[in-house]
């Protein structure tokens, strides 16, 4: 039995914002099984009682004094941006057409 | 001997007396990048003009009296991961194609301070994913001892460049392997410095939790140099150690390593590891020993696991963070014809911009996060992180630094394992417990393999900021080996 269905791999797809055709839902349908498969392996280790790790280094909270300090100027900013329109990003619809 | 030939520590003190510039330094190694380029193709930007202005602003400001560190002068190639504001930043993506960067990331503006000459961005495999560069969306790099040969990844433009003598220093990100892999199949020395001693911040991250940015060069003291001057506790990274930096530099220049002890990991070797890797290894083993050194094998059971883990976790962050590239603020935009919605544009812009591998991650990421199978992936490999960390802590105990090879193979054939995941995670299989417990760890070249002639790397794993200790043991295997062999191993490599 495959751990993981190609439609599974189609809404995993849709949730990464990934628009892929069939040939490659099908092709990566057969790749991720394969690793997920390997991966399981993880189960094997037996840490019920064990906490979680997120990060290898105790992590504290780092804040700084809520100071004004230079910043990247408004072109700088969107220098980088594929539209721009009166000092701002520009971008496609976000509302459905009824909005 | 020419100057591209020259370490990095001699054409510091040669810039310092005066006796060359660092024009004339960046000039040769541009001209000896104009020459192998061709064949190692492990730079993506190259800008001589902007090269040679940096340089001559290093000699004015040294003709001026400015104090800079040892390395002012010398030249230095990064991966084109780490922001440069004067030089595109791509991350080997087609979705960064073009991307000017309006800063700099601290380790490129650290080691612009300390007078290093950027001698352009290397090739990486796209977002540092991957194991042999050619998931690079740009080019093939090739490996200088064979060039039909990967030269590792993911920093496998900065392992060529060095190797290739293209570059006396060049920076990589460390997340799985990503240094030690390169430099040990290119027969060069790469170090992960402790998480959170090296600055993440301008470095387009892959997984949070693990990206670890370090040096390459062609001896342990070169790295260590490099490694000092771009460390120290960095404000804009909230996970930057605020401690002393492990005084790397005078541990490389100690080299002695009598009555240490160390850890031979038990789990490492056999099946799966290819005879010359093995025989090299063994061999730098008894050398350690022949040093002084107290050796005992040290078992680490669930270091068997660290794969496995490894493989939830980094695509579990990576398809978080990969998130930003939503073809809104930078980078490319797909489709937006003035009918689609920013969504649609989004997912055609992610399908036309990322490469395989970093579209199998997010998936796989988005699978280990989802919810209903959260404990079983995500939350496991989290425990068994835990676990590997206390192995580390208890072998840490026990002795002073443990060895393994740094990789089961010599470099493996272009094309090989391409089209095959899971034969290409396998080249981390030593490294990632250092990259999930967050120590220290270094490769340093202990030979060549008998069956193909191609450099063996031996991994040094130092405790959490036991940094001095990679280098201490790695400058003495140096030291001891070059004495054998009359020389640097890359002495043996073809000439390109």
Known sequence: MSAITRDEVAHLARLSRLALNDDELDHYATQLDAIIESVAKVAEVAAEDVPPSSHALPLTNVFRADEVRPSLTPEQALSGAPAVEDDRFRVPRILGEEA | ?496
Request: one cysteine or more.
């Open chain 2, 1 to 496: 001997m020419s100057l591209i030939n020259k370490t990095a520590a001699q054409l510091g003190e040669l810039i310092a007396k005066g006796e060359v510039s660092a024009v004339e330094v960046a000039e040769a190694h541009l001209d000896r990048m104009a020459e192998v380029e061709p064949k190692i193709q492990a730079f993506l930007h190259v800008d001589r003009e902007i090269t040679l202005d940096q340089a001559r602003a290093v000699d004015a400001r040294l003709r001026a009296g400015e104090q800079l560190g040892p390395l002012a002068g010398v030249p230095i190639a990064h991966k084109d991961i780490f922001t440069t504001n004067d030089m595109p930043t791509t991350a080997a993506s087609k979705i960064l194609e073009g991307w000017r960067p309006p800063f700099d990331a601290t380790v490129t503006r650290r080691l612009r301070e300390a007078g290093l000459v950027i001698l352009g961005k290397t090739n990486l495999d796209e977002f540092a994913m991957g194991s042999s560069t050619e998931n690079s969306a740009y080019q093939v790099t090739r490996n200088p001892w064979d060039l039909s040969r990967i030269p590792g990844g993911s920093s496998g433009g900065s392992s060529a460049a060095v190797a290739a003598y293209e570059a006396p220093l060049s920076t990589g990100t460390d997340t799985g392997g990503s240094i030690r892999q390169p430099a040990a199949v290119t027969g060069i020395v790469g170090m992960k410095p402790t998480y959170g001693g090296s600055s993440r911040f301008g470095l387009i991250a892959f997984a949070s939790s693990l990206d670890t940015p370090g040096p390459f060069a062609r001896n342990v003291l070169d790295a260590a140099l490099l490694q000092e001057a771009f460390s120290g506790h960095d404000p804009l990274d909230s996970t930057s150690i605020d401690a002393p930096v492990p005084s790397v530099v005078e541990a490389a220049r100690n080299a002695d390593i009598a009555g240490m002890r160390i850890g031979v990991v038990k789990e490492f070797g056999g099946e799966g590891y290819q005879p010359g890797v093995l025989a090299r290894y063994n061999e730098a083993v008894q050398l350690l020993e022949s040093l002084g050194a107290k050796v005992v094998e040290i078992s680490c059971p669930s270091f068997a696991t660290a794969l496995p883990a490894y493989y939830l976790i980094a695509p579990s962050e990576c398809s978080s963070n990969l998130a930003r590239f939503d073809a809104m603020r930078y980078g490319l935009r797909v489709g937006d014809d003035g009918t689609r919605s920013a969504e649609e544009v989004m997912a055609l812009t992610r399908a036309a911009g990322f490469g395989p591998e970093v579209k199998r991650r997010i998936m796989l990421g988005t699978y280990a996060l989802s919810s209903g199978y959260y404990d079983a992936y995500y939350g496991q490999a989290q425990k068994v992180r835990t676990v590997i960390s206390r192995e580390f802590e208890a072998a840490f105990h026990q002795v002073d630094v443990l060895v393994s090879p740094t990789t089961p193979t010599t470099a493996f054939p272009i094309g090989e394992r391409a089209d095959d995941p899971m034969a290409m995670y396998l080249a981390d299989l030593c490294t990632i417990p250092s990259n999930l417990a967050g120590n220290a760890a270094i490769s340093v070249p202990c030979g060549l393999a008998d069956e193909d002639g191609l450099p063996v790397g031996l991994q040094i794993m130092a405790p959490v900021l036991g940094d001095d200790r990679c280098y201490r043991v790695g400058a003495a295997v140096e030291k001891a080996l070059e004495s054998r062999w009359g020389g640097p191993l890359l002495k043996e490599a073809p000439a390109l």
